[in-house]
C-alpha cells in the first residue's frame, strides 16, 4: 500500500507543472486526501460494516469538497485535479491511471438497489471539469470527455465525445490537439 501511495504522488508531481514538491502534494492536494479516505471507507464498505464507511466518507467530503461513496471501485494512479465538488456515485467503477477534473459527476439514473446504477471509466479515461458521466454505460479505454458534456451512452475506446449530449467528434488523439495525458510517467 505505501508503494502504491509514493507512485501516486510521483504521478501527481509528474502530471502537475504547479507542484513544487512530494509533500505538498502528500498533504495539500485534496486528490490525494480524497483516494486515501476512500480506500479506508471502501475496505470498511467491503467488510459489511454500518455506518462507519459513510461516516469516513463524510469526513472526506468535509475537508475535500470530493465526494466518493465508499462502494464505488477505484483503480490505482487516480488523479483527481483541483477536485471540487466532484461526486463519484456508489456503483461507479474506475479503471486505472484515470484523469478526473472538478465538478464531476459520475452518476446514477437508476433508483433499483442492488443494480449497477454508475459508470464504469476504463483505463487512462480523461473527464473534463463539469462532465456529468450518468448511467450504467462504459467509457471506453483511452477516452476523453470534454469539459461540461453530459454522457449517457457508451463510449467506445479511444474516443473523444463532447456536448449535450455528448457526441463523438474523434476517434483517436491526436499529437499535440490534447493534453497527453496517457503518457504520465509512473
Known amino acids: 500500500m505505501i508503494s502504491r501511495a509514493i507512485a501516486l504522488v510521483k504521478r501527481y508531481y509528474h502530471y502537475d507543472p504547479a507542484a513544487r514538491g512530494y509533500l505538498e502534494i502528500l498533504f495539500l492536494y485534496p486528490g490525494i486526501k480524497a483516494v486515501f479516505f476512500h480506500r ?13 464507511p459513510r461516516m469516513v466518507s463524510e469526513f472526506s467530503r468535509f475537508i475535500t469538497g470530493i465526494d466518493i461513496h465508499p462502494g464505488a471501485t477505484i483503480g490505482h494512479g487516480l488523479i483527481i485535479d483541483h477536485g471540487m465538488g466532484l461526486v463519484i456515485g456508489e456503483t461507479t467503477i474506475i479503471g486505472d491511471n484515470v484523469l478526473l477534473f472538478q465538478g464531476v459527476t459520475l452518476g446514477g439514473t437508476d433508483f433499483t438497489r442492488g443494480k449497477k446504477r454508475h459508470p464504469t471509466l476504463e483505463d487512462h479515461v480523461v473527464v473534463g471539469a463539469g462532465a456529468k458521466v450518468l448511467g450504467n454505460i462504459v467509457i471506453g479505454q483511452s477516452s476523453r470527455i470534454g469539459s461540461n458534456s453530459v454522457v449517457i451512452e457508451n463510449v467506445p475506446p479511444d474516443s473523444t465525445v463532447v456536448g449535450i449530449p455528448a457526441r463523438r467528434v474523434r476517434r483517436g488523439v491526436e499529437e499535440g490537439a490534447e493534453l497527453k495525458h496517457q503518457e504520465i510517467k509512473e
Not at 471502501?42 to 459489511?48: C, E, I, M, R, V
Request: neutral net charge.
Open 40 to 52: 479506508i471507507s471502501h475496505f470498511l464498505w467491503n467488510l459489511g460494516l454500518p455506518f462507519f
